[in-house]
C-alpha cells in the first residue's frame, strides 16, 4: 500500500481510517477538503485544486482522502494501488454526520479547513447523503471491484470493520 484512495459517504469514518492509515504506514495524508477548501471553508479556484491533485498524484505515496471533483476522483482510482470504499449504510452516515455536528463545539472535526463552519458542512453533508444513491450504488461498487484485478480492492461495510481495518491491512 502506497499510493491509498479512501473515499465514501459523507460521515462514513473515511477521515478518522485515512489519518490511522497515515500514521500506521508512514505515508503522508492529503484530505480532499484541505485541498478543495481554503482556511476559512471558502472554495479555492479550480486550477489551483487541479495542479495541487496533479503534483500529490505524480508523488511515490501518498493517502488521499474524499471525493472531491469526479474527473480527480477517477484519476485517482487509476494511479492508486489500493481502493478502500467505506460503505456503511445510509442511517449511520447520517447519524455519523449529527455526531460530528454535535461535537464540533469540543473537537474539530478531522481533515476539516481550521476556520470553516461545522453547520455549514454538515447541511452540505446531509444534501450530499440525500444525492449519493444515484453515485454510490451497485454499479458503482461493481466498477470498483473490477478495478481490484491490478489493485487491493477494500470495501468496509460496518463499523466493526472501519474500527478494525488499520490493525488488519498493515
Not at 485515512?18 to 505515508?27: E, I, P, Q, V
Not at 480532499?32 to 508523488?59: A, N
Not at 511515490?60 to 471525493?67: E, V
Request: aromatic fraction near 12%.
Amino acid at each position: 500500500m502506497n499510493k491509498i484512495a479512501v473515499f465514501g459517504k459523507p460521515g462514513s469514518g473515511k477521515s478518522v481510517l485515512s489519518k490511522s492509515l497515515s500514521s500506521a504506514l508512514g505515508l503522508e495524508l492529503y484530505p480532499l477538503d484541505s485541498m478543495l477548501y481554503d482556511q476559512e471553508g471558502q472554495p479555492v479556484e479550480r486550477t489551483t485544486f487541479d495542479k495541487l491533485h496533479q503534483t500529490i498524484l505524480m508523488k511515490d505515496s501518498w493517502i488521499i482522502d474524499g471525493l472531491g471533483p469526479l474527473r480527480a476522483f477517477n484519476e485517482r482510482l487509476e494511479r492508486a494501488d489500493t481502493l478502500i470504499y467505506v460503505d456503511l449504510p445510509y442511517w449511520l452516515s447520517y447519524w455519523l454526520v449529527t455526531k460530528r455536528l454535535i461535537k464540533s463545539p469540543f473537537v474539530h472535526p478531522e481533515g476539516w479547513p481550521k476556520n470553516s463552519s461545522v453547520v455549514t458542512g454538515t447541511v452540505n453533508s446531509y444534501k450530499t447523503l440525500q444525492l449519493c444513491p444515484k453515485f454510490w450504488n451497485d454499479e458503482f461498487v461493481a466498477r470498483v471491484q473490477a478495478l481490484g484485478k491490478d489493485k487491493n480492492v477494500y470495501v468496509v461495510k460496518t463499523l466493526g470493520e472501519l474500527n478494525s481495518f488499520v490493525a488488519l491491512h498493515t
